[in-house]
């Protein structure tokens, strides 16, 4: 069965760093990511990188944060730097199977509370 096991999450002071890991494992993926989701907010991709090493990021974290991946260990990092108090949120892996350009599935992690004090 396919399974993602995060770690990494913690409560840091503004301008602090975390390193958050996701190992994914039961299958091959075609891309994997993190996204957040803050308390009354919805669900946004923060980072993706595909297995072509196409990365994405959300505008929000464009030079504090950077997506990387481990193939030998089926594992994806996000390492977060100059954290803010609008980082605050839980960060759920995702990782993606593509059957089509318009037909994928998404796994996910349970997610992992980042909290950033100021």
């Known amino acids: 069965q396919v399974q993602l096991v995060e770690s990494g999450g913690g409560l840091v002071q503004a301008g602090g760093s975390l390193r958050l890991s996701c190992v994914a494992s039961g299958r091959t993926f075609n891309a994997m990511g993190w996204y957040r989701q803050a308390p009354g907010k919805q669900r946004e991709l923060v980072a993706r990188?595909?297995?072509?090493?196409?990365?994405n990021y959300a505008d929000s974290v464009k030079g504090r944060f950077t997506i990387s991946g481990d193939n030998t260990k089926n594992t994806v990092y996000l390492q977060m730097n100059s954290l803010r108090a609008e980082d605050t949120a839980v960060y759920y892996c995702?990782?993606?199977?593509?059957?089509?350009?318009?037909?994928?599935?998404?796994?996910w992690g349970q997610g992992t509370q980042v909290t950033v004090s100021s």
């Open positions: 995702n990782a993606e199977v593509w059957y089509s350009i318009s037909n994928r599935r998404d796994y």
């Open positions: 990188i595909s297995s072509g090493g196409t990365t």
